[in-house]
């Protein structure tokens, strides 16, 4: 009997350690789904989102490697901390629940397994249970100062890989200067940049045409985006999240292929942003097949290019204003 609990509570704490690691490499690919998620609902600002979001994963690979490892550290240290890991997340559920509804995924699992609040949160309460239970009654390695001081040191480790491996974004988008160049709306369909402001309801045919709007006057920020591509998904809902921060950004979007858009709109929200949409022909030649492409025009002109991830909401800001200069790249 005493054997068999023995071995009970190693594979508890090897499932565990291993849960916690493959919550952290979810959350990894891409890292920026779970940043954004952190700044729709418990509203962050955009670089506190991408630090926490780094520090959170190394936080949870690393007691994961300790848990697996049966490296408690003194006082059992680690289970405890992943105890108080969980009930911070269980709160954030909770507040999630409570304000976003149950019809999101909570971003436990990033975009592998899409999770509601409450199914996570039975998820935690017998994640808790299990913690409890190895805080109690299982010692893990015990004996030597080396297992004391190496659970520190992996958790320093794997914070500082992940601000190695997945640095922090540029601030800025890449301003170009001499090689500034006039963009041609002719190669992609859309006459004299003029183009109808169409919004589509997701899971709906309804239509809205509004007023239509010409793309080579005033300053827009145009993405190119291929509705498949999971990059060009994260730069429309970030666009979204942009446009929600401050409704005088000119956001639009030229969305390639003629495939539904229904699971577009589910995974970016971005029905607040204009858009047309264009043919699989045209928008690799002009994308070159790279994409998600984003251009800041003004009046006709590229003057910068931008990837989702340096799309700062200051340099945004500065740059819309009027007469604004466009800064030394």
Not at 119 to 125: E, F, M, Q, V, Y
Not at 146 to 168: D, E, G, K, Q, V
Not at 273 to 292: A, C, M, N, Q, W
Request: proline share 5%; charged share 15%; with cysteine.
């Amino acid at each position: 009997m005493r054997n068999f609990s023995r071995y009970l509570f190693i594979f508890l704490s090897v499932a565990m350690g291993a849960l916690f690691l493959y919550s952290a490499y979810t959350k990894l690919y891409p890292i920026q789904s779970f940043e954004y998620t952190m700044v729709e609902f418990v509203h962050m600002p955009w670089m506190l989102a991408a630090i926490a979001a780094r520090i959170l994963i190394a936080l949870e690979g690393g007691l994961g490697i300790l848990m697996v490892a049966h490296f408690f550290g003194a006082g059992k240290w680690v289970l405890k901390t992943a105890f108080a890991l969980l009930g911070i997340f269980s709160v954030y559920l909770i507040y999630l629940w409570a304000t976003a509804g149950n019809d999101v995924n909570c971003g436990c699992f990033g975009d592998a397994i899409w999770m509601s609040p409450s199914a996570s949160l039975i998820k935690n309460a017998i994640m808790l249970i299990i913690t409890g239970l190895l805080i109690r009654y299982h010692k893990g390695f015990t004996g030597s100062k080396w297992y004391n001081i190496s659970a520190p040191l992996i958790l320093i480790a794997c914070t500082a890989l992940m601000f190695i491996l997945f640095a922090l974004p540029a601030e800025q988008p890449n301003w170009l200067r001499k090689d500034r160049y006039e963009i041609d709306f002719s190669e992609v369909g859309i006459e004299n940049g003029s183009s109808p402001h169409v919004l589509y309801a997701p899971g709906s045919t309804d239509t809205a045409t509004i007023d239509q709007i010409d793309l080579l006057k005033g300053k827009y920020i145009i993405a190119f985006l291929s509705q498949s591509c999971p990059h060009c998904r994260i730069a429309a809902y970030k666009m979204h999240l942009l446009q929600q921060s401050n409704p005088h950004f000119r956001f639009f979007m030229i969305i390639g292929g003629s495939s539904d858009l229904t699971e577009f709109w589910k995974a970016t929200k971005a029905v607040n942003i204009p858009y047309v949409r264009l043919d699989k022909d045209h928008f690799l030649h002009y994308t070159g097949g790279v994409f998600p492409l984003i251009e800041w025009v003004n009046n006709g002109w590229v003057e910068a290019k931008a990837e989702y991830t340096n799309m700062n909401k200051e340099e945004i800001e500065r740059w819309l204003t009027p007469n604004a200069k466009t800064p030394n790249p």
